[in-house]
């Protein structure tokens, strides 16, 4: 069974301050696929980034960078230099080899807020 | 860009109602989910379709049911609704060749069941 753990239920911050969402996953498939959605307040899901289970490099896109390390299962999620507009509901998922991405499993959400 | 669409962002039914949430996708997807969202139990699969007339069981089935006339649109039916069923509802989609591609999510429907 496949699982992903997001332990940080809620998080605020200041604005331009640096932030790091934790998430860390169970699979037993070699092959896998990670993703983070973003959930701002009008309710649609937003894809973020993917990664493969055989793509360890770290990426940067803008403000945000994503730390892929399988040897602790996690894949982290950090916004740097924080806005009021990142405050949402971030979700971190899960598909396995053979599974469809809109059947992943996904973790609890992280409600991040930012404050000015 | 690909557009999900779900008819309602707000709906308040009663007790007992036959209620329908509708989903239409412009993007010639194969596969159409539905998904529950409540606070602190994140989302959760109720029904998918990989096709036409093809729907599947997810994680909480009890109490729903879908209909996937058209390949564009896939409506969540819940036969006699409940209180318990007051949740926030997300349809998506994404293509069948897509294992490693993510997937496309409409606004939501915000349902109270009073």
């Known amino acids: 069974a496949q699982k992903v753990t997001q332990a940080q239920t809620e998080i605020s911050v200041v604005e331009k301050e640096d932030v790091t969402l934790d998430c860390v996953y169970e699979?037993?498939?070699?092959?896998?696929?990670l993703f983070w959605y973003k959930q701002p307040p009008s309710g649609e899901l937003v894809f973020l980034i993917r990664r493969n289970s055989f793509d360890e490099q770290n990426e940067i896109s803008g403000r945000y960078s994503w730390n892929f390390q399988k040897s602790t299962s996690s894949f982290n999620f950090t916004i740097t230099a924080s806005q009021v507009v990142d405050s949402a509901v971030y979700f971190c998922?899960?598909?396995?080899?053979?599974?469809?991405?809109?059947?992943?499993?996904f973790g609890d959400g992280t409600t991040l807020t930012v404050k000015p | 860009d690909v557009k999900v669409t779900q008819s309602s962002r707000y709906l308040v039914k009663r007790t007992g109602e036959k209620v329908f949430l509708e989903c239409v996708q412009d993007m010639d997807h194969e596969n159409m989910f539905w998904y529950r969202q409540d606070p602190g139990l994140g989302l959760r699969l109720i029904y998918f379709?990989?096709?036409?007339?093809?729907?599947e069981k997810g994680d909480i089935p009890e109490g729903y049911s879908v209909s996937r006339e058209k390949k564009e649109r896939f409506s969540l039916i819940l036969e006699s609704a409940s209180t318990n069923q007051t949740s926030m509802y997300l349809c998506?989609?994404?293509?069948?060749?897509?294992?490693?591609?993510?997937?496309?999510f409409g606004q939501g429907t915000r349902l109270t069941v009073v």
């Open positions: 998922a899960l598909s396995g080899e053979n599974t469809n991405a809109g059947k992943s499993t």
């Open positions: 699979t037993r498939d070699t092959t896998y696929y």
């Open positions: 379709s990989y096709d036409v007339k093809m729907k």
């Open positions: 998506a989609s994404s293509p069948t060749r897509g294992f490693n591609t993510e997937a496309f």
